[in-house]
C-alpha cells in the first residue's frame, strides 16, 4: 500500500506543478494581452512590468491553488481508472478514502501553505503591485478619483487611519480616526477629527479633534483631550493615500478584523455585516482545495479510454459547481438573509457530505 500511495502522491505532485505553473502563466499572458496597446504606447519598461507580476505573483498563487489541486486530483484518479487500476484496488478490499488519503494530506498542506502566503505576503505584496500598476502601467487620471469612500490604509508607525470620504484634489478627509497600536496590535491611543487637511508645509490639521487614551484593558485612561484645531500623528502624504488605501479583499484577518472595528463607529450595519461575510470567508477560503478535491475525484473515476475523458470533465464540472453555490451563499450573508458564519460555512457542509457519501459509494 506505501507502494501505491508513493505513487499517487508522486503524481499528484508533478500535476500540481504543472498545472500551478500553467494556470499562473496563462493569467499573466491574458493580462498583458489586455493593455498591450499601453505597453507601447506609454513606453512601459519592462522592469516594471516584471515588478508588478512578482509581487502580483502571491495573490495569483493563493487563488490558482484551488483550481490546480481540483485538476491534478482528477487526471491522476482519471488516469488509473481508465485502465481499471482504481476497480481493482477496491476489490481488492482497500478502500477508496485510503487511495485518496495521500492526495487529501498533500493538498491540506497546500491549504496551510495558501493561508499563510494570503495573511502574510498577499496584503503586502498586493498594496505594492496596485501602486506600481497605477504609476507606471496605468498613468490614467492624473487627478485619481473624485472622492474615496470608506479610505482605511496602515500608516507608519504602527496605526490605522480611517476616513469616511477623501478628496485627493482637495487633499481634505473628511471624519477621520486613527488608531495607535502597540506591538500586539491593541489600541493604545485613538483620535477622532471631523476633518484633516493637508498642508502645505507637510502635514495634517485636523479640526474638532478629541483625542483618547486607553490603557491595556482597552478602557479609557484618563479624560479625553479636545481640540479646535490640532497638528495629526499621520505621516504619510496625500499621495500615499491614493496608492495605499486598503481593499478589503487584500487585508490579512487581523487587519480586517480591525478595519471592522473601525467601521463599526461610524458606517451603516449593512457595511459591517458585508464586511464580516469577508471576514469569515478569509478563514474558509484558503480550504477551498480540500472541498474541490474530494468532490471532484469520486466524480471523476470512470472505466474504458472514451469514459475516462467523460468522467474528468463530470468531475471537473461537479467540483466547479462549488464557487456558484458558494458565492450564493456569501449573497445571503451580505444581504442578511443568513447570519455571516453560516453563509460562509453552509456550501462547505453541503459539498462535503456530498463529496464523502459519493466516496463512499464509489468504495
Known amino acids: 500500500m506505501k507502494i501505491l500511495e508513493k505513487h499517487i502522491l508522486k503524481n499528484f505532485i508533478i500535476a500540481f506543478a504543472f498545472c ?13 494581452l489586455g493593455f498591450l496597446d499601453d505597453i ?19 495573490f495569483a498563487f493563493v487563488n490558482m491553488v484551488p483550481f490546480a489541486c481540483l ?41 496551510l501553505c495558501t493561508f499563510i502566503v494570503n495573511e502574510k505576503l498577499v496584503p503586502g505584496a498586493m498594496g505594492k503591485a496596485g501602486q506600481i500598476r497605477q504609476e507606471k502601467l496605468e498613468r490614467s487620471g492624473e487627478e485619481g478619483k473624485q472622492v474615496v469612500e470608506n479610505l482605511t490604509a496602515y500608516g507608519e508607525g504602527n496605526q490605522m487611519i480611517f476616513a469616511r470620504e477623501y478628496y485627493p484634489e482637495t487633499k481634505k478627509m473628511e471624519d477621520v480616526i486613527i488608531h495607535k497600536l502597540d506591538t500586539d496590535q491593541a489600541t493604545t491611543k485613538k483620535i477622532n477629527a471631523k476633518s484633516a487637511k493637508w498642508r502645505d508645509d507637510g502635514f495634517w490639521v485636523g479640526t474638532d479633534v478629541i483625542v483618547f487614551n486607553l490603557d491595556s484593558n482597552g478602557d479609557f485612561a484618563w479624560d479625553p483631550e479636545v481640540y479646535k484645531n490640532k497638528k495629526l500623528p499621520i505621516r504619510e502624504s496625500p499621495g500615499d493615500f491614493v496608492n495605499t488605501q486598503l481593499d478589503p479583499k487584500m487585508m490579512s484577518y487581523d487587519q480586517l478584523k480591525r478595519y471592522i472595528s473601525i467601521l463599526a463607529v461610524s458606517s451603516s450595519p449593512t457595511s459591517v455585516r458585508r464586511l464580516a461575510v469577508d471576514l469569515n470567508y478569509k478563514l474558509v477560503f484558503p480550504f477551498t482545495a480540500m472541498i474541490t478535491v474530494l468532490v471532484g475525484i469520486p466524480f471523476s473515476i470512470a472505466t474504458g479510454r472514451v469514459n475516462a475523458l467523460l468522467g474528468m470533465a463530470r468531475g471537473i464540472f461537479v467540483a466547479m459547481l462549488y464557487l456558484p453555490v458558494m458565492a450564493v451563499c456569501l449573497a445571503f450573508g451580505k444581504r442578511g438573509i443568513l447570519p455571516p458564519v453560516l453563509s460562509v460555512w453552509l456550501s462547505i457542509i453541503l459539498f462535503t457530505f456530498l463529496g464523502a457519501y459519493f466516496v463512499n459509494k464509489r468504495s
Not at 49 to 54: K, Q, V
Open 20 to 32: 500551478i505553473t500553467l494556470l499562473m502563466v496563462l493569467g499573466v499572458i491574458g493580462d498583458i
Open 40 to 58: 507601447f504606447k506609454k513606453g512601459i519598461p519592462l522592469s516594471s512590468i516584471f515588478l508588478f507580476y512578482l509581487y502580483f505573483a502571491p
Open 71 to 111: 485538476l491534478g486530483a482528477v487526471f491522476v484518479f482519471n488516469d488509473l481508472s481508465k485502465n481499471h487500476e482504481v476497480t481493482a484496488i477496491i476489490t481488492s478490499g482497500i478502500s477508496l478514502w485510503k487511495v485518496m488519503k495521500p492526495v487529501l494530506l498533500a493538498t491540506f498542506v497546500l491549504c
